[in-house]
């Protein structure tokens, strides 16, 4: 069984950077498609990043474009998620997954979240 499991969230200020962490256990790091994604308190799931099986394609929500960058390491079976320019409106729990194929259509395995709080 698939287990993701986040780490890196906590209390930055605004403008502030910091590096989000996921590990990939008990299945196949290569074939997935790995994914960042957040929920705020009151909202519905937003999309973050998103990187392909092979590393070769990102992809990124408008809300983050140009801040964050995503990133997978194959050796350590770890995606990461660069934030920079840190605002406010980034505070979240944020949510690691991974699935097979487009992420548009779903993943399929999700991490129990980690918190980032943006405040000064």
């Known amino acids: 069984q698939v287990q993701l499991v986040e780490s890196g969230g906590g209390l930055v200020q605004p403008g502030d950077s910091l590096r989000l962490s996921c590990e990939l256990s008990g299945g196949t790091f290569s074939i997935y498609t790995l994914g960042w994604y957040r929920q705020a308190p009151g909202t519905e799931r937003e999309f973050v990043a998103a990187?392909?099986?092979?590393?070769?394609?990102?992809y990124y929500g408008d809300s983050v474009k140009d801040r964050f960058t995503i990133s997978r390491d194959y050796a350590k079976n770890t995606v990461d998620l660069q934030m920079s320019s840190l605002k406010p409106e980034d505070t979240a729990a944020y949510y690691c997954?991974?699935?097979?194929?487009?992420?548009?259509?779903?993943?399929?395995?999700w991490g129990k979240g980690t918190l980032v709080t943006v405040s000064s």
């Open positions: 990187i392909s099986w092979n590393g070769g394609n990102t």
């Open positions: 997954a991974a699935g097979i194929g487009d992420f548009s259509y779903g993943m399929d395995y």
